[in-house]
């Protein structure tokens, strides 16, 4: 399986800022995605990250609110921009690997907060 | 469209005790994977096992088992002799044709010592 970090792990931030989440696998991935957890609720798919184009966002998600690169097939970003409180979730990176590629493995996850 | 449902939201139990988390999904394909993950108070989502479409045989790893039954579209989930390590959420999910991962709502499981 795939080893999949993130930073920061956690963070507080002010209303009206944005915060980029880095996600680093350790080996080379073909799908990488990111969801958001928020308080006690189930996971939602945020966007597929696709390596040299734009990502594919899900419905109720917008590429100005939450744009992310994926320059590579190890690495991918997401920011969240202009926060407001609502923002507080976690947020979780994911990859399905060469070898194993109907299986997603998380990251850590970023627990953000917004004040 | 596919759905996953996990009907208990919250399950206490006592250490030792055997516990069922219970599962259903809703899918109009014919080839998909069912999902367990694991996630404890640290936040991480833990990949505990994946079970194809094609495949009812019942698996047993330790003090964990599953049961899929696809005539009741459903993949439960049995934890043998509780353990307060156990105590976390348990997600279902399911992954179609589409090839997105659908969770169910998931379960908060407590282990009492």
């Known amino acids: 399986s795939a080893v999949i970090s993130q930073k920061p792990s956690r963070d507080i931030c002010q209303r009206g800022t944005s915060l980029t989440i880095q996600c680093q696998v350790d080996?080379?991935?073909?799908?990488m995605f990111w969801y958001r957890q928020q308080p006690g609720q189930s996971l939602t798919l945020i966007a597929t990250?696709?390596?040299?184009?734009?990502?594919?966002?899900e419905s109720g998600f917008v590429i100005d609110k939450f744009p992310i690169s994926r320059p590579n097939l190890t690495f991918s970003t997401l920011t969240v921009s202009n926060m407001s409180p609502e923002d507080s979730s976690i947020y979780l990176c994911?990859?399905?690997?060469?070898?194993?590629?109907?299986?997603?493995?998380f990251g850590p996850g970023t627990r953000l907060t917004v004040l | 469209a596919q759905k996953v449902t996990q009907a208990q939201t919250e399950i206490s139990v006592v250490e030792k005790e055997d516990v069922t988390l219970d599962c259903v999904y809703e899918?109009?394909?014919?080839?998909?994977?069912l999902f367990w993950y694991k996630q404890p108070p640290s936040g991480e989502l833990v990949f505990l096992i994946r079970?194809?479409?094609?495949?009812?045989q019942n698996e047993i790893s330790g003090r964990y088992s599953w049961n899929f039954q696809k005539s009741t579209s459903s993949f439960n989930f049995t934890i043998t002799a509780s353990q307060v390590v156990d105590s976390a959420v348990y997600f279902c999910?399911?992954?179609?044709?589409?090839?997105?991962?659908?969770f169910g709502g998931g379960t908060r499981l407590m282990v009492k010592p």
């Open positions: 079970r194809n479409s094609f495949d009812e």
């Open positions: 990250a696709n390596q040299g184009s734009e990502a594919t966002y």
């Open positions: 899918t109009r394909d014919t080839t998909y994977y």
């Open positions: 999910a399911l992954k179609d044709a589409g090839n997105m991962l659908t």
């Open positions: 080996s080379q991935v073909t799908m």
């Open positions: 994911s990859a399905e690997g060469a070898l194993d590629p109907d299986t997603q493995y």
